[in-house]
């Protein structure tokens, strides 16, 4: 791809998704995929209970990724992984949760059960040993690579520096492209894509759905950034897509449908707010985040 440059060990081709560990242990590539998602929803979940900062439950998302290619989903199950994620990159990104509160914020989003749960209990004892073990493999898969780049930066950036019409139109394209960046997440596009070009997909997402011109929003700046990558910018703008239009085939990129929209918004460098939805005459329809987790304590893959 010629947005990637150098090397990079942790951007990989598309056709590398069905040659994961886990697609070598007969696991399908939908149900990784899924699986992978679910993950994600696990993380975000424990993280808005604990409150942390958008960008750390970012980076436990992407050494999530990260870890599944290197580790099959036969041997480490996504709830034990996501948990071992973010109470990582709570210590990587500077917002250090007692370890306590973690393993506790685990053990209730897992059981769906905001109960208290003794030190010395079984469960306690389980997520305590999973996520210290797991904490160890978690880092040799990531060759202890911490530092990370994330879409927010260039996203935040251009807007600072090149949107040019008026400030409320601005906050608006800019809530919704935040809001794509941040149910991006539940993708493998972090695995794809240098961080710019999902920045840049997500506002070209955005601009469809306001049908907003974003020649006129940026100027030359815009055409500068798409024209030279316009092919792998569609692509990941497609992957964004595919998140709310997975049922529907041979969808117009044109016009997204109001059933298309991101269900999700994070306060820009704050805690994330999921309760209410971008203003559109049509309810959102994507699932909420603490959709999906299991209702019986189980870690294991459903």
Request: contains cysteine; proline residues 5%; charged residues 25%.
């Amino acid at each position: 791809m010629s947005s990637l440059g150098v090397d990079n060990q942790w951007l990989f081709k598309k056709e590398d998704l069905y040659r994961t560990p886990s697609a070598q242990n007969n696991i399908g590539f939908r149900e990784e995929k899924e699986s992978r998602s679910k993950g994600v929803l696990f993380i975000i979940t424990v993280g808005m209970h604990l409150k942390l900062p958008q960008l750390t439950m970012a980076t436990a998302a992407l050494f999530f990724h990260r870890f599944y290619m290197r580790h099959s989903l036969t041997r480490f199950k996504f709830y034990d992984v996501g948990a071992t994620c973010l109470y990582l990159a709570s210590k990587t990104e500077e917002s250090t949760r007692k370890f306590k509160d973690v393993i506790v914020a685990c053990a209730q989003k897992a059981a769906k059960k905001d109960v208290p749960f003794d030190d010395n209990s079984k469960e306690y004892r389980i997520w305590k040993d999973t996520i210290v073990h797991t904490e160890e493999v978690l880092l040799e898969a990531l060759c202890f690579e911490l530092t990370v780049e994330h879409p927010y930066h260039y996203l935040l950036t251009l807007f600072e520096n090149h949107f040019t019409k008026d400030q409320h139109l601005g906050r608006k394209l800019k809530q919704v492209a935040w809001a794509f960046l941040n149910d991006s997440l539940r993708t493998t596009l972090c695995l794809i894509y240098p961080p710019k070009i999902v920045a840049v997909a997500a506002i070209h997402v955005a601009g469809k759905y306001l049908e907003e011109n974003l020649n006129e929003c940026f100027g030359d700046v815009w055409r500068e950034l798409y024209e030279p990558e316009i092919q792998e910018i569609q692509d990941a703008a497609n992957e964004i897509l595919d998140q709310y239009t997975m049922a529907s085939r041979g969808r117009s990129y044109d016009k997204i449908l109001p059933g298309s929209k991101p269900g999700s918004e994070y306060q820009e460098n704050s805690t994330p707010a999921y309760a209410g939805y971008l203003n559109s005459p049509a309810k959102l329809t994507t699932p909420a985040y603490n959709a999906d987790t299991p209702t019986n304590g189980d870690r294991s893959l459903p």
